[in-house]
């Protein structure tokens, strides 16, 4: 099994570089990083954990630019969003950072996508957040086609491009969407808690699923195989990565055990001699 991390890296914590060498120096996987652009301070949206929301989500740094730097720094670590908040963003300029970090780390990084859950975070991008699942697969459909090999036009609900020169490429070779379907662009999955809409969007233009904490796979997962194989997905390709993960090694036997072969765990939002007496905690799991 291989052994990602994840962390709420700030302007307070371990930066980039001295991180992304230690994971590599030690031997995980991968670094994965949250997005939030902004917290409004005048919120009814409760934290997802519940109680007060914790400094770090309005401390974060942009993903993508603390992930280019630790691109520049390793050569094996992968890299990934967890999550990209698509609806938040520009979807063609979205597929140039994406693109243009795919391409400079060679090809090593995922692209965790998610629906969000702060309401005012979202409406501050004008995000109508009814309709945010919408957007964000009209969003993803507009930046395969800025991915394809050939100049591809898309016309949605929300958005649109005309068929252009779009360069770099993701690295990452087309997958099988289903017959004569390619899937353009890096590895893709999609954050969030297991139902039906959440299944249904997997199997329609991702890889597989980052259920946050990991909790429930045992029920869950035969659920999601089933819905993949119903949408004409080779049952072999579905990837699922359990993250945000507090590791117990009872807890990592059993991701074996239902055929998981990545899981990413939590890292403290902390300075560098807490993180690092972490990683030395977590390196027992490797």
Partial sequence: MRIATTIFL?????????LARSLEERGFSG????EHTHIPVARDTSAPMGGELPEMYGRTLDPFVALAQAAAVTERLHLG????????????GLAKQVATLDHLCGGRFTLGIGYGWNVEEAADHGVEWRTRRELVRDRMALM?????????????QYCSVQASSAHPKPVQAPRELGPG?????????????????????IADHADGWLPIGGRGLTESLPVLREVWETAGRDPKSLRVVPYAVQPTPGKLSHYADLGIEEVV?????????QVLRTLDEFAQYL
Avoid: C, M, N
């Fill in 10 to 18: 700030t302007d307070r914590t371990i930066s980039p570089v001295r």
């Fill in 31 to 34: 670094l994965y990083l949250p």
């Fill in 81 to 92: 969003t967890g999550i990209t908040l698509v609806a938040q963003h520009d979807p063609i």
């Fill in 144 to 156: 395969r086609a800025l991915w394809a090999p050939e100049p591809t036009a898309y016309v949605g």
């Fill in 181 to 201: 379907a390619p899937l353009y662009g890096p590895r893709t999955l999609i954050g969030g808690a297991a139902g039906p809409k959440l299944f249904a969007a």
């Fill in 265 to 273: 765990l939590q890292l403290p939002s902390e300075p560098k001699p």
